[in-house]
């Protein structure tokens, strides 16, 4: 019986975790990212995760866009000061950045206007 | 989902991909030559012996023919490849003879061609299907009766299969069509290896005495021509294709062609030249007769295992053949979606990144021309074919012209062996319409037409969609801002309508009023809002008219800015879909709103659990999110946004859920560019499911619908032609569906009527 439930929960395993997976493993082939999980407040770091959500705030001086990444561990954000274009970002593109983290409104960590390098498909490799 | 419903799910179709996964579905040339050379390969199975029906109504002379005829249909079978070579180079985004056609002779050809592949797809499926089920009735004919399910099974389990992807229903189709190719190479081997170093053998049909009906003439000639040109069938599935294959995606899909090609020619070459050698004789009229190539490897196996062995994999390719069709059309038909010509519909990608409505659609469709044909082969073939031809024709005539205009080096060349191809395909598409035409071909050749005026009246509906909702002189974000009128819809008197008071409250509508059907629920109303006139309507006619006409009615007085909205508590009395459909009057109620112009629909739904006797629901909720589903900017949007900032809310928000990059960023900039003051949140929706991704969303506000709640805006379409409603996604019922049951969540749909004319 442990057997078939042991089956049961593998074939209910939801999507949701073996992207998580996917993406820890994609995370980990980039030489210097660290997890975001063990990333803290005011250190410089370098992190690698997908796009999950684009907010862009017209609002705020002449425009603010931020990206929410996940890498499997956890999520934060990637916000640009000043823009009335998008970045060249897009949902579901691979974000490598460096800069140092801070941390936002709601308690996420935040880079402001951090380095930045896109990956067009990093979900298959 | 329930946690039973997804292990079903997991079980037939497998697991969910994210969007990410698209390039892992990517075919390699070993999984894809089968894949769409089951089809092309398939018709060896039966092109030789339509040849050799024709030539045998002239006699022994006829028969002799085979040889010849069989060489110019190989050529031409090389022309047609080298041309559609040229064609996966220049349209690596498939669409075939659709493409060229559409891009080279103008819209007419182009629907023209689509309409020829559409229809020839789902014969394909309807007649490979019915050929494999021909296979199993004759060899057990206490099954005769059955036909038709049996046919229906083996369609849904190719559609199962084809549901669960393309990759995975190509390695498993992939075994039967690799050894389709070698059993007829052994066949083919063994005949010339009997035939040259010994005596050929002689098939069992070679003595039959049959009497010639016609003297050999050109024409007859022609039609055997025609008739073996069956052989060519199924070389556009690769054409139409190309984004199956693995990158660098042109030049894999003209290596296959050009295997593919090789395989089909060499297999047809043979098994034509062993009918002549073993003097096989094929009448039409003739019952109980082998077919061709069962009777030649019967003649060289001398019975035995490798005659079943030949027997057994034809039958398996011919229905695989339908897989073939299986690919293509669901991606021709999310390419004419993409171009408008077809639904929207059709470019939704599965759970496992398949066109799952097109797939869906080819069953159904092939389905119902088995049952109407009565899974009778000999009828339902007689419409293959014109299809084929038809595309056959248009593809090449639109290369020679593309060809022209760019004057490649070696252009004259390349165009002279197309336009070839073209005259040649040309002439067989008039034999086969015209000699097909009584028995069966009329119908395609009236179908064809339908089918594009279909097309072109999607597309004229959507362009004019797309220029109403952007036209400027209707922007209300331009407008005056309006006021907010609110009218509850008072069914009984219960928590759900105590929230729908608090929530209204909150919202500081200009006025607040409230109507019932009921006339005794009066005094129990004032002493839950002293300050809201309630309006007692009654007539004989039916709620959803009363309510309509009030409305109506109310909306008279008020200005074009200005927003009615009708707000309808509901009480549910569990967390299942089933809810919906318990009140259908209501749900009559709140569909018949949409359809009124100005007015807007508020939704307020409580399930029985939440009720706490010691809350006052009519108390204000402190915060109000308010969320705006957004897909596009346009009138629409433009209009939700400006009901939104009707409603005193603690935030607004614009909402969106993207899948691609290029998509996302082009909506950010039209976003800034429309300079809508404020923010726009594009959320990924891997896994493709709105309603999913929506809740998700929602929760993370941890709304308890007391002090805290969300209101999530919906703008929809409303087009004036009712039928033309399923042309426009119904992503806001969608999401309706799973906002329902969330607490403390609201939803408003705010309808935009466009006036397309």
């Given at each position: 019986m442990a057997f078939l439930s042991r089956l049961l929960d593998r074939l209910a395993r939801t999507p949701e975790d073996f992207r998580a997976e996917n993406l820890r493993w994609w995370r980990s082939s980039i030489p210097g990212t660290t997890p975001i999980a063990e990333l803290r407040a005011r250190e410089r770091a370098k992190v690698a995760g997908v796009i999950q959500n684009i907010r862009i705030d017209p609002r705020e001086g002449s425009g603010a866009i931020e990206a929410t990444i996940i890498d499997g561990t956890g999520h934060m954000v990637s916000k640009w000061l000043g823009r009335d274009r998008m970045p060249g970002i897009g949902l579901g593109m691979g974000l490598i950045m460096e800069g140092m983290c801070g941390i936002g409104d709601d308690g996420e960590l935040v880079m402001l206007n951090p380095e930045y390098d896109l990956v067009t498909d990093p979900e298959h490799a | 989902m329930s946690r039973a419903g997804a292990v079903l799910k997991r079980i037939f179709l497998g697991r969910p991909m994210s969007h990410?996964?698209?390039?892992?579905?990517l075919l390699p040339k070993t999984i894809a030559l089968p894949v769409f050379s089951s089809d092309p390969l398939s018709s060896n199975a039966y092109a030789t012996q339509e040849a050799l029906i024709v030539l045998a109504a002239a006699g022994a002379v006829g028969l002799n023919l085979i040889a010849p005829i069989s060489l110019a249909v190989a050529t031409l079978l090389a022309i047609v490849v080298t041309s559609y070579r040229q064609t996966v180079r220049a349209y690596p985004s498939g669409g075939g003879a659709y493409r060229v056609a559409h891009e080279n002779l103008g819209m007419y050809p182009g629907l023209l061609a689509a309409s020829a592949l559409l229809i020839d797809y789902v014969l394909t499926v309807a007649v490979s299907i019915t050929a494999g089920v021909e296979a199993i009735t004759s060899a057990s004919p206490a099954l005769h009766d059955r036909k038709i399910v049996i046919a229906f099974a083996f369609i849904a389990f190719v559609t199962l299969m084809n549901l669960r992807g393309v990759k995975e229903s190509g390695t498993l189709f992939a075994i039967p069509t690799y050894g389709f190719v070698l059993s007829i190479y052994l066949m083919i081997g063994a005949g010339l290896i009997q035939c040259t170093f010994g005596s050929c053998p002689t098939a069992e049909s070679a003595d039959l005495s049959f009497h010639e009906t016609h003297a050999i003439s050109l024409f007859l000639i022609l039609r055997a021509f025609a008739a073996g040109?069956?052989?060519?069938?199924?070389?556009?599935a690769i054409a139409d294709g190309?984004?199956?294959?693995?990158?660098?995606q042109s030049s894999n899909a003209a290596k296959t062609l050009t295997i593919m090609a090789a395989l089909s020619t060499s297999m047809f070459l043979g098994i034509s030249w062993l009918a002549d050698q073993t003097h096989v004789v094929y009448i039409e009229e003739l019952e109980e007769q082998r077919s061709v190539v069962a009777q030649i490897a019967f003649a060289v196996f001398d019975g035995g295992f490798f005659f079943y062995l030949v027997q057994a994999m034809s039958a398996a390719i011919l229905i695989l053949a339908a897989n073939t069709a299986y690919q293509d059309f669901p991606r021709l038909s999310s390419i004419l979606a993409k171009d408008q010509y077809l639904p929207h519909q059709f470019m939704n990608r599965g759970d496992r990144l398949v066109f799952s409505n097109g797939v869906l659609i080819l069953a159904v469709l092939a389905g119902i021309l088995i049952v109407v044909f009565d899974a009778n082969l000999t009828r339902l073939i007689q419409l293959y074919l014109v299809g084929v031809f038809i595309s056959f024709t248009l593809s090449q005539t639109g290369m020679v012209l593309r060809t022209r205009s760019l004057r490649h080096p070696g252009w004259r060349h390349r165009a002279a062996v197309s336009g070839f191809g073209a005259i040649v395909t040309g002439i067989v598409l008039i034999v086969i319409a015209v000699t097909k035409f009584e028995h069966g071909a009329w119908i395609v050749i009236t179908a064809i037409p339908f089918v594009m005026a279909g097309m072109r009246s999607i597309h004229r509906h959507y362009s004019t969609v797309k220029t109403e909702l952007a036209h400027p002189a209707r922007?209300?974000?331009?407008r005056r801002r309006g006021h907010q009128h609110m009218v509850i819809y008072v069914r009984q008197l219960d928590a759900a309508t105590a929230r729908a008071l608090g929530v209204v409250r909150s919202m500081r509508p200009a006025d607040i009023t409230a109507i019932t059907t009921d006339p005794g629920t009066g005094s129990a109303w004032r002493r839950l809002a002293r300050e809201v006139p309630l309006t007692v309507l009654s007539g004989r006619r039916n709620v959803r008219k009363l309510v309509r006409e009030h409305l109506m009615e109310r909306r008279k007085d008020l200005g074009p800015t200005d927003f009615l909205t009708l707000v309808v508590p509901e009480l549910l009395a569990s967390r299942s879909l089933l809810e919906i459909f318990r009140r259908p009057g209501l749900t009559r109620l709140k569909a018949s709103m949409l359809t009124a112009p100005g007015i807007q629909l508020l939704n307020v739904p409580m399930v029985r659990d939440e009720i706490d006797i010691m809350i006052d629901e009519t108390q204000e909720p402190a915060r109000n999110h308010v969320l705006v589903l957004v897909s596009g900017v346009h009138n629409a949007t433009l209009q939700a946004i400006e009901y939104a900032e009707s409603l005193h809310a603690t935030d607004i928000r614009a909402i969106s859920f993207g899948l691609d990059p290029e998509g996302t960023e082009k909506l950010g900039n039209l976003w800034l560019e429309a300079r809508i003051p404020h923010p726009l949140e594009i959320e990924a929706s891997p896994f493709r499911d709105i309603g999913l991704s929506l809740r998700d969303y929602i929760?993370?506000?941890?709304?308890?619908?007391?002090h805290r709640i969300v209101t999530v805006v919906l703008p929809e379409f409303v087009v004036s032609k009712r039928r033309h409603q399923i042309l426009h996604g119904q992503t806001a019922l969608i999401v309706k569906r799973y906002v329902l049951f969330e607490r403390g969540v609201v939803a408003v749909s705010v309808p935009y009527h466009l006036h397309e004319s």
């Amino acid at each position: 019986m442990a057997f078939l439930s042991r089956l049961l929960d593998r074939l209910a395993r939801t999507p949701e975790d073996f992207r998580a997976e996917n993406l820890r493993w994609w995370r980990s082939s980039i030489p210097g990212t660290t997890p975001i999980a063990e990333l803290r407040a005011r250190e410089r770091a370098k992190v690698a995760g997908v796009i999950q959500n684009i907010r862009i705030d017209p609002r705020e001086g002449s425009g603010a866009i931020e990206a929410t990444i996940i890498d499997g561990t956890g999520h934060m954000v990637s916000k640009w000061l000043g823009r009335d274009r998008m970045p060249g970002i897009g949902l579901g593109m691979g974000l490598i950045m460096e800069g140092m983290c801070g941390i936002g409104d709601d308690g996420e960590l935040v880079m402001l206007n951090p380095e930045y390098d896109l990956v067009t498909d990093p979900e298959h490799a | 989902m329930s946690r039973a419903g997804a292990v079903l799910k997991r079980i037939f179709l497998g697991r969910p991909m994210s969007h990410g996964e698209m390039e892992h579905t990517l075919l390699p040339k070993t999984i894809a030559l089968p894949v769409f050379s089951s089809d092309p390969l398939s018709s060896n199975a039966y092109a030789t012996q339509e040849a050799l029906i024709v030539l045998a109504a002239a006699g022994a002379v006829g028969l002799n023919l085979i040889a010849p005829i069989s060489l110019a249909v190989a050529t031409l079978l090389a022309i047609v490849v080298t041309s559609y070579r040229q064609t996966v180079r220049a349209y690596p985004s498939g669409g075939g003879a659709y493409r060229v056609a559409h891009e080279n002779l103008g819209m007419y050809p182009g629907l023209l061609a689509a309409s020829a592949l559409l229809i020839d797809y789902v014969l394909t499926v309807a007649v490979s299907i019915t050929a494999g089920v021909e296979a199993i009735t004759s060899a057990s004919p206490a099954l005769h009766d059955r036909k038709i399910v049996i046919a229906f099974a083996f369609i849904a389990f190719v559609t199962l299969m084809n549901l669960r992807g393309v990759k995975e229903s190509g390695t498993l189709f992939a075994i039967p069509t690799y050894g389709f190719v070698l059993s007829i190479y052994l066949m083919i081997g063994a005949g010339l290896i009997q035939c040259t170093f010994g005596s050929c053998p002689t098939a069992e049909s070679a003595d039959l005495s049959f009497h010639e009906t016609h003297a050999i003439s050109l024409f007859l000639i022609l039609r055997a021509f025609a008739a073996g040109t069956t052989a060519l069938t199924g070389v556009e599935a690769i054409a139409d294709g190309v984004p199956a294959f693995r990158y660098p995606q042109s030049s894999n899909a003209a290596k296959t062609l050009t295997i593919m090609a090789a395989l089909s020619t060499s297999m047809f070459l043979g098994i034509s030249w062993l009918a002549d050698q073993t003097h096989v004789v094929y009448i039409e009229e003739l019952e109980e007769q082998r077919s061709v190539v069962a009777q030649i490897a019967f003649a060289v196996f001398d019975g035995g295992f490798f005659f079943y062995l030949v027997q057994a994999m034809s039958a398996a390719i011919l229905i695989l053949a339908a897989n073939t069709a299986y690919q293509d059309f669901p991606r021709l038909s999310s390419i004419l979606a993409k171009d408008q010509y077809l639904p929207h519909q059709f470019m939704n990608r599965g759970d496992r990144l398949v066109f799952s409505n097109g797939v869906l659609i080819l069953a159904v469709l092939a389905g119902i021309l088995i049952v109407v044909f009565d899974a009778n082969l000999t009828r339902l073939i007689q419409l293959y074919l014109v299809g084929v031809f038809i595309s056959f024709t248009l593809s090449q005539t639109g290369m020679v012209l593309r060809t022209r205009s760019l004057r490649h080096p070696g252009w004259r060349h390349r165009a002279a062996v197309s336009g070839f191809g073209a005259i040649v395909t040309g002439i067989v598409l008039i034999v086969i319409a015209v000699t097909k035409f009584e028995h069966g071909a009329w119908i395609v050749i009236t179908a064809i037409p339908f089918v594009m005026a279909g097309m072109r009246s999607i597309h004229r509906h959507y362009s004019t969609v797309k220029t109403e909702l952007a036209h400027p002189a209707r922007k209300p974000a331009e407008r005056r801002r309006g006021h907010q009128h609110m009218v509850i819809y008072v069914r009984q008197l219960d928590a759900a309508t105590a929230r729908a008071l608090g929530v209204v409250r909150s919202m500081r509508p200009a006025d607040i009023t409230a109507i019932t059907t009921d006339p005794g629920t009066g005094s129990a109303w004032r002493r839950l809002a002293r300050e809201v006139p309630l309006t007692v309507l009654s007539g004989r006619r039916n709620v959803r008219k009363l309510v309509r006409e009030h409305l109506m009615e109310r909306r008279k007085d008020l200005g074009p800015t200005d927003f009615l909205t009708l707000v309808v508590p509901e009480l549910l009395a569990s967390r299942s879909l089933l809810e919906i459909f318990r009140r259908p009057g209501l749900t009559r109620l709140k569909a018949s709103m949409l359809t009124a112009p100005g007015i807007q629909l508020l939704n307020v739904p409580m399930v029985r659990d939440e009720i706490d006797i010691m809350i006052d629901e009519t108390q204000e909720p402190a915060r109000n999110h308010v969320l705006v589903l957004v897909s596009g900017v346009h009138n629409a949007t433009l209009q939700a946004i400006e009901y939104a900032e009707s409603l005193h809310a603690t935030d607004i928000r614009a909402i969106s859920f993207g899948l691609d990059p290029e998509g996302t960023e082009k909506l950010g900039n039209l976003w800034l560019e429309a300079r809508i003051p404020h923010p726009l949140e594009i959320e990924a929706s891997p896994f493709r499911d709105i309603g999913l991704s929506l809740r998700d969303y929602i929760r993370q506000f941890e709304c308890d619908g007391i002090h805290r709640i969300v209101t999530v805006v919906l703008p929809e379409f409303v087009v004036s032609k009712r039928r033309h409603q399923i042309l426009h996604g119904q992503t806001a019922l969608i999401v309706k569906r799973y906002v329902l049951f969330e607490r403390g969540v609201v939803a408003v749909s705010v309808p935009y009527h466009l006036h397309e004319s």
